[in-house]
């Protein structure tokens, strides 16, 4: 069980780590300083998981009673500002960094939220819709903070994508164990995502304001 902890935990550090450097090439992309960037990075970081925790009564929130998720946003988050900054503009490669860095936030943020669900004793389906929570609600701040539609209320497959995944692994990890159902559901809900956004690539200068 110890091991599985930490599994998650870990999933939960790269999660909070990949979203901060979303925000911040999103905060790049709309001419923010610095601060805005770190604030933007931080709120995204711990978004879904601050409602999450709410939701299921899970008091005090993950990052109040451990600092180290604000460890991590706040460094990776003033680090990938200056490296989008550094990135050449104009042929959109912040726009794919940031919907691809989202991918993964996605995918792993779904998992982290339906696992945190099940411990708290919710039924299946609402651990689903909590994962589903926790998955986009970070990058739905991100995107109203920045004053444009979040992706889940233009995509259907967003949401989607989300809820079939964390059904997908509470499935799976009764026939393959915790950790292959856990790799399994990443790497499933990661590339229909990419899949996705290959198909239809995100249009849009490096430069949004």
């Known amino acids: 069980?110890?091991?599985?902890?930490?599994?998650?935990?870990?999933?939960?550090?790269?999660?909070?780590?990949?979203?901060?450097?979303?925000?911040?090439?999103?905060a790049r992309r709309f001419q923010l300083d610095l601060f805005g960037a770190t604030v933007?990075?931080?709120?995204?970081?711990?978004?879904?998981?601050?409602?999450?925790?709410?939701?299921?009564?899970?008091?005090?929130?993950?990052?109040?009673?451990?600092?180290?998720?604000?460890?991590?946003?706040?460094?990776?988050?003033?680090?990938?500002?200056?490296?989008?900054?550094?990135?050449?503009?104009?042929n959109g490669q912040r726009l794919r960094l940031l919907m691809y860095l989202d991918a993964i936030g996605l995918s792993l943020f779904t998992l982290t939220g339906v696992h945190v669900a099940?411990?708290?004793g919710v039924s299946p389906v609402i651990a689903v819709v909590?994962?589903?929570?926790?998955?986009?609600?970070g990058g739905m701040i991100r995107d109203l903070l920045c004053?444009?539609?979040?992706?889940?209320?233009?995509?259907?497959?967003?949401?989607?994508?989300?809820?079939?995944?964390?059904?997908?692994?509470?499935?799976?990890?009764?026939?393959?164990?915790?950790?292959?159902?856990t790799l399994v559901t990443f790497a499933l809900i990661l590339l229909a995502r990419i899949g996705l956004l290959l198909r239809n690539p995100p249009e849009g200068d490096d430069d949004a304001a």
């Open 147 to 181: 004053n444009i539609t979040p992706s889940v209320l233009r995509e259907d497959l967003y949401a989607t994508l989300s809820l079939a995944g964390g059904a997908a692994y509470l499935v799976l990890v009764q026939w393959l164990g915790d950790p292959i159902a």
């Open 130 to 137: 909590i994962g589903c929570v926790t998955g986009t609600a």
């Open 40 to 90: 933007l990075g931080v709120v995204t970081a711990v978004g879904g998981g601050t409602l999450r925790d709410l939701l299921i009564g899970r008091t005090p929130v993950f990052w109040i009673d451990d600092t180290t998720y604000l460890m991590v946003a706040v460094p990776v988050a003033a680090l990938s500002y200056y490296l989008a900054r550094a990135m050449p503009s104009g």
């Open 1 to 26: 069980m110890d091991v599985l902890a930490n599994v998650f935990l870990s999933l939960t550090m790269v999660a909070t780590a990949v979203m901060a450097a979303s925000a911040a090439i999103q």
């Open 118 to 120: 099940i411990e708290a």
